[in-house]
């Protein structure tokens, strides 16, 4: 019983890390997220072009799609984790817990974009809901298929051990 609980306990400090950490991107101002991305992008860059041709000119080009990236892959993580979490919570269909999680990630990002609208220089977006969302529906469909794979060779390895 005490491993169920911390077992849920665990899945759910996962998603509040995972909201933690978008909320703390959210708070950056403008120029601050644009810091942050540059220099992302420019350790990014620095594994495949040399020094001197990496501009800010070239940092700009890239700018946008980085960004547009990582809303989606930060949100594919937050809907991961509230899959699992509410996998190891909740008692109720699977279906359920799926359809209750990609909305608690849509939710999450129409909050993060409100949000967004009190820090300076920045605004909400209906566009980066939508990646979020994506992001957020692939990251269930990851958890989703690796419940599949993981339940096809544990339904293996007891069906070897049976014979």
């Known amino acids: ?27 950056e101002t403008a120029e601050e997220s644009t810091q942050t991305s540059g220099g992302v992008i420019k350790d990014i860059l620095e594994t495949v072009l040399p020094e001197e041709e990496i501009t800010d000119e070239v940092v700009k080009k890239f700018q946008l799609p980085i960004r547009k990236i990582a809303h989606f892959c930060i949100f594919m993580l937050l809907g991961f984790c509230f899959a699992n979490a509410f996998k190891n919570s909740l008692k109720f269909k ?4 799926y359809v ?12 993060d974009e409100f949000h967004q609208s009190f820090v300076a220089n920045r605004g909400p977006s209906i566009k980066d809901v ?3 969302a994506s992001g957020g529906f692939a990251g269930i469909l990851i958890f989703i298929l690796m419940i599949y794979v993981f339940n096809i060779f544990k339904n293996k390895t007891t069906k070897k051990g049976r014979e």
């Open 130 to 132: 939508l990646i979020d």
């Open 100 to 111: 209750l999680s990609f909305a608690s990630v849509i939710l999450y990002a129409s909050l």
């Open 94 to 97: 699977q279906i359920f817990n």
């Open 1 to 27: 019983m005490k491993s169920k609980i911390a077992i849920i306990v665990a899945s759910w400090l996962m998603v509040l890390a995972t909201m933690i950490i978008i909320f703390n991107f959210s708070a």
